[in-house]
């Protein structure tokens, strides 16, 4: 499955180990998870463990392997194991129905999946659903369906493994997006992509070193999380602390209490909720020494009020599956929250109109951007594929500014943005006023058709424990966002629900909001 012209050989599992066993770190703790310790010495040994058990099974190059595995040891084992054999590993959303890896399944023509006994159910509905045959592996401690267990397959494996010579340029793995505009597409990834986003943004923007503990609330399914759990910390010989459970505040606050890590890797809801707890560890109560987020952009209230509790940055680093992981950060030191930074470097960004045209100064335009991580295109998705990518360019789909002093500022999704008497509204800014209000926790805005069938702003507000979401809280909050902004931005309808649809990335699901009843 050669996609480049490289002559050198490469394998991205065999870099990001070999670089750490030559550099005597082979018995410094590379992850941490529910289980313990595990050192690089100990992931190797399993990965190539890994890579003769996939080989047994029938697996070699071209063939796809879903990975439907919360965050524990078994999850670099299996991803790294098997790009080792040449398998090309598809990890999948740990959160989605049965219908959701039914469409997976099919969609990637997959040999075999290796799943956590926590979604084992869930996975077999998917699988008889469609009659699909294909070979299961699960990661567990105990027998299902006489499934065999991934435990027991490693230990009877030799530890000995050959690494598939692949090159820089051939395929390696597969992400599904998030699915935050309907069905998820899977961007087929690069060997050499890996490394590149650990060396550009994990050494160049965040500084990383061998001393580094990281701790990513994202998960290792999909791009965020695979950089900040995986490839960050392997590719620089650091510690990666694994947490299979949801990211609630209660359990981030202890990890970031007894675990210590220096690098705390989350997404702005995480963030606010983490503000709003009783026992957000304070600057003498942690290790941290930078903080990340990526999934939505990162109001600038909630990234003052965390540097001001906890003494600590946030670096809004807006990435994509597409990209891989960040293209625009922040810097340390030199943080502007309310922007998302410029271009990490490496790579570039523009913005341009309709017309695929520049535009100039202050404008708002749609976000392209290029760089050495890119995926080569969507699987079985070809017009989707020449639609987003351009020559070197990647679309985004988000609408973006860029302020006198050359940082960008999120404006909103471009099918999200509307026009409100002839003028153009970002929802993101409305989002933005609603949330420097005591009372709201989260706040989306979409538009929606009046009674003449003019667009206008209609927003959905989560509101902070013991506030009293009523008529009176609807009203204030249209005033609160009329003396903030222009009045014609303001929201003409406010509905108060209980959470915001999101994806696994934090991303909100405007496209679900547009679709509830009205009150």
Known sequence: ?????????????????????????????????????????????????????????????????????????????????????????????????????????????????????????????????????????????????????????????????????????????????????????????????????????????????????????????????????????????????????????????????????????????????????????RACEHSLRLCTSAGEPLPEHVGRAWQQRTGVEILDSPGSTEMLHCFLANRPGAVRYGTSGRPVPGYKAKLVDENGSEVAGDEIGELWVAGPTSCTHYWNQPEKSRSTFVGEWTRTGDKYRQDPAGDFVYCGRADDMMKVGGIWVSPAEVESALACHEAVLEAAVVGAPDENGHLKPRAFVVVKPGMAADDQLKQKLKDFVKDKLAPYKYPRWVQFVTELPKTATGKVQRFRLRNLPSE
């Open 1 to 281: 499955m050669q996609t480049g012209n490289q002559s050198e050989f490469y394998n991205a599992a065999d870099d990001l180990l070999q670089r750490n066993i030559d550099a005597g770190r082979g018995n410094k703790v590379a992850i941490v998870d529910d289980e313990g310790n595990h050192t690089y010495n100990e992931l190797d040994n399993r990965v190539n463990r890994c890579a003769n058990v996939l080989r047994d099974f029938g697996l070699g190059p071209e063939h796809r392997l879903l990975l439907c595995l919360i965050d524990s040891i078994d999850f670099p084992t299996a991803f790294l194991g098997a790009i080792k054999a040449g398998v090309v590993p598809v990890p999948l959303n740990t959160l989605w129905t049965s219908s959701d890896y039914a469409y997976a399944l099919s969609d990637s023509g997959a040999s075999a999946v290796i799943v956590s006994e926590v979604r084992l159910p869930v996975l077999l509905e998917a699988t008889q659903s469609i009659g699909w045959q294909g070979r299961i592996m699960l990661s567990g401690s105990k027998t299902q369906h006489d499934l065999p267990l991934l435990r027991e397959l490693l230990d009877s494996a030799s530890p000995q493994a050959e690494t598939y010579r692949s090159r820089p340029g051939d395929v390696c793995f597969w992400l599904y997006s998030s699915g935050s505009t309907g069905k998820p597409k899977a961007a087929v990834h690069l060997q050499g992509s890996m490394a590149k986003t650990a060396q550009l943004y994990g050494e160049d923007v965040l500084g990383l070193r061998e001393n580094d503990v990281i701790y990513s609330a994202a998960k290792l399914f999909f791009a965020y999380g695979l950089g900040n759990s995986l490839s960050f910390p392997l590719y620089t010989g650091a510690t990666a602390i694994l947490n299979p459970g949801r990211s609630l505040p209660s359990a981030v606050n202890a990890i970031l209490r007894e675990k210590h890590p220096t690098i705390f890797c989350g997404v702005p809801t995480l963030f606010s909720s983490l503000l709003a707890s009783s026992d957000l560890p």
